[in-house]
């Protein structure tokens, strides 16, 4: 009888030893054959998972987005007291500590898309599909602080953007700057939602 092989578990489990391997390396510094030894496999049987490195790269990125999304959901709803503006607080919080354990594997995505850029590729569509979940919940959150009268903006949509261009703002400074502040940043956050608060 022939071993049972769980495709999904062994999908998810590459996405995971490649986000590591391309944190530690960086994407231009990763080969498909390096991904296929991380994950204990030959290159053949990683074929049968991603026909390549830019596939692979993507799927575990979008992998990694769709944990974090889920981690911010079960924050949001593990804390139903807390009003709009401390769930903003909270989400931003996490994200601006993830961004932190994640510095290694930020550049990597860093990097890619400037060589994406380089090469005249597109990058505005992949960076939108790796952050509408993100997106969703701040104006999430957003519209439920308009709703209940705590905050005074009356445009969710630009207020979104505006939380959403802080983080970019902290991603670029997290990932470039060896000695960015973490508390500073976290501040930061939370002086922009209380901006927009009456």
Not at 113 to 126: G, H, T
Request: proline letters at 2%; a positive charge.
């Amino acid at each position: 009888m022939g071993i049972v092989v769980d495709h999904d578990e062994r999908q998810r489990e590459i996405l995971i030893k490649a986000l590591k391997l391309f944190g530690e390396r960086g994407y231009p510094d990763v080969t498909y054959q390096q991904l296929a030894a991380v994950c204990g496999l030959s290159r053949t049987t990683l074929y049968k998972y991603f026909q390549n490195k830019r596939q692979i790269f993507g799927n575990a990125i979008m992998y990694q987005v769709g944990v974090i999304g889920h981690r911010f959901q079960e924050s949001i709803k593990s804390n139903p007291d807390l009003n709009a503006s401390e769930k903003l607080n909270l989400v931003l919080s996490q994200a601006i500590d993830l961004l932190f354990r994640s510095r290694h594997l930020l550049q990597a995505i860093v990097e890619y898309l400037i060589n994406q850029r380089r090469q005249e590729q597109p990058v505005a569509r992949k960076i939108r599909r790796h952050t509408v979940a993100f997106r969703r919940t701040l104006k999430k959150l957003v519209q439920e602080g308009i709703e209940t009268g705590l905050f005074r903006v009356t445009d969710p949509d630009l207020a979104t953007n505006l939380l959403y261009g802080l983080m970019e703002s902290a991603s670029l400074r997290i990932t470039l700057i060896e000695d960015a502040d973490r508390d500073e940043l976290q501040r930061l956050c939370r002086l922009m939602i209380r901006s927009m608060e009456k």
